[in-house]
Structures are given as structure tokens and as C-alpha cells.
């Protein structure tokens, strides 16, 4: 997003004389990824849509209070958790970053994204140690301590693992007892929920330590009998 705020073609917001390229800009970087938005819109200082993927909301004021914004690092904002928006296709994740231009000193509007929440949710997914069996688990924490999106059956099934999972804050790889098994617990990302700057979101992986030493034994006992 930033870079896409960041071009030339954004002065047209302060020009106002070029609409066309602006919006056939924003459905050029829609097509390019057409799994990451659901739509994008560019917005003038006053909040009106100068330029949408979605032609509805062109001329149209669009309320960024209600989508219970919180700032990032640089100037940009981000919605705390998926929200569906008036119009919208499906749950979204709301990135806003604001456009900067050479005629203007400050932000001259803003450039909103609708990532589609449910590619977010099939990433996480993806991202559980050995899915194809479920004895691995993903867990996506935001920084407030809210579970996004993982985790599934795991946690209705296990509250004290709910309530340890989104206070992991320290990055790295441990060993927890949940129900009386041991879990390998790997935290990345999001420097906890004192971080500055981001998301501050954290993917927490966990895995049934017996099946991961499991593989461990298979492999040295394989290269006993080799030797």
C-alpha cells in the first residue's frame, strides 16, 4: 500500500483534473492482486471517494472513525480487528495509508485498502505445523491479546491454552503443558503488545510435542539400522 501511495499519479487528488488515471490506477493494482483486496478506494482530505475499485462508493463520504481504527508506525492506520463494511463483499481488514505529494506539505488524502479476511484466516491455516493431519495448530493474536483468527476446536477445547496463547508475547520457540500434554509453542512476530510500531499482531504455532520428538525417534533409529 505505501508504495502504491507514495506515486505520482496520487497528486491527482490535490490536481483534481485526472480522475480517470487514478482510478484505472487502482483497478490496475486490484487486478495485480486480486486475492489481497477485496477493493481499494482514494480518498480526499474532506473523506470523499475520489477513486474506488467499486464505483458505488464514488462521490460518496466514507466514515473511517466507524472502522475502529488504530494508528500504525508511519502515519498509516489499520482496523483493530475484521469488520464487514457497508457495500462490502465479505469481511475485510482496513488499511488506511495517507497520501503525501510534492505540491502539498502533509497529507493531501488517503488511500483505503479491504484486504479480504478470509485469505488472512486460509494463510494462518496454512501456516500450522503438519495441517493435513490438524495435530498442528496456528494461532493469529492481535495486540490487545484478541485471537483472530486460528486455533479452532484447540482452544474451545482447552481454556487455559486460550487464555496462555494470547499472552505469549516473548518471539521464540518453548515448551508448554496444556490438559496434561506438552506442547512446542512457537511466537513470531508483532513485539508483543507494548510494540510501537505495526500490527503488533503475533502468529503463535503449536504442535503435540509427543508426535514432533515422534519424528525425531523415527529418524534416529533409521540411521541405526543404516549404520
Not at 496434561?180 to 511466537?187: D, L, N, Q
Request: without cysteine.
Amino acid at each position: 500500500m505505501r508504495p502504491v501511495a507514495g506515486l505520482l499519479a496520487m497528486d491527482d487528488v490535490v490536481i483534481k483534473t485526472r480522475e480517470v488515471r487514478l482510478q484505472n490506477l487502482l483497478v490496475r493494482l486490484h487486478r495485480t492482486f486480486p486475492d489481497s483486496y477485496r477493493e481499494l478506494s482514494v480518498l480526499a482530505v474532506d473523506s470523499t471517494v475520489v477513486a474506488a475499485t467499486q464505483l458505488s462508493r464514488l462521490g460518496r463520504r466514507l466514515d473511517l472513525a466507524k472502522f475502529d481504527l488504530e494508528p500504525g508506525g508511519e502515519g498509516e492506520w489499520h482496523s483493530r480487528r475484521p469488520n464487514v463494511p457497508d457495500g462490502a463483499s465479505g469481511p475485510s481488514f482496513i488499511m488506511v495509508e495517507p497520501i503525501r505529494s510534492r505540491l502539498r506539505p502533509g497529507a493531501i488524502g488517503w488511500l483505503v485498502g479491504y484486504a479480504d479476511w478470509t485469505e488472512i484466516e486460509s494463510r494462518v491455516q496454512r501456516a500450522a505445523p503438519n495441517p493435513a493431519n490438524h495435530r498442528g495448530h496456528a494461532v493469529l493474536v492481535n495486540r490487545a491479546g484478541e485471537v483472530l483468527a486460528g486455533g479452532g476446536e484447540l482452544l474451545k477445547r482447552f481454556p487455559e491454552m486460550h487464555a496462555a496463547v494470547t499472552q505469549l508475547d516473548e518471539v521464540g520457540v518453548s515448551l508448554h503443558h496444556y490438559d496434561g500434554s506438552e506442547y512446542i509453542v512457537a511466537v513470531e512476530g508483532g513485539g508483543g503488545r507494548d510494540a510501537d510500531a505495526g500490527l503488533g499482531w503475533r502468529l503463535v504455532l503449536l504442535r503435540d510435542a509427543r508426535e514432533a520428538f515422534d519424528i525425531v525417534r523415527v529418524f534416529v533409529f533409521s540411521v541405526l539400522v543404516a549404520a
